[in-house]
């Protein structure tokens, strides 16, 4: 199982890896364009492939002016 950490809505979740991270982000709900995704302190790509035992953090981007 991959562990997902969301820290902004301080929750937790499993998927079944490896799978890439596109995949993750789809069947989690979250829109690419809106979060970046980490492991460690290594930015992830959607393209990037996370394999069962690992740990990976979703982050809300936030922008503003």
């Given amino acids: 199982m991959i ?6 809505r301080k929750t937790e979740l499993e998927v079944r890896g490896p799978r890439r991270v596109a ?3 789809a069947e989690t709900g979250f829109r690419p364009t ?3 995704v980490t492991q460690g302190k290594r930015l992830l790509t959607k393209d990037q492939r996370v ?4 740990t ?3 982050l809300s981007v936030v922008s503003g002016g």
């Fill in 23 to 25: 995949d993750i982000l």
């Fill in 34 to 36: 809106t979060v970046i």
């Fill in 51 to 54: 394999e069962d035992g690992e």
């Fill in 56 to 58: 990976i953090d979703i």
């Fill in 3 to 8: 562990r997902i950490r969301i820290p902004q």
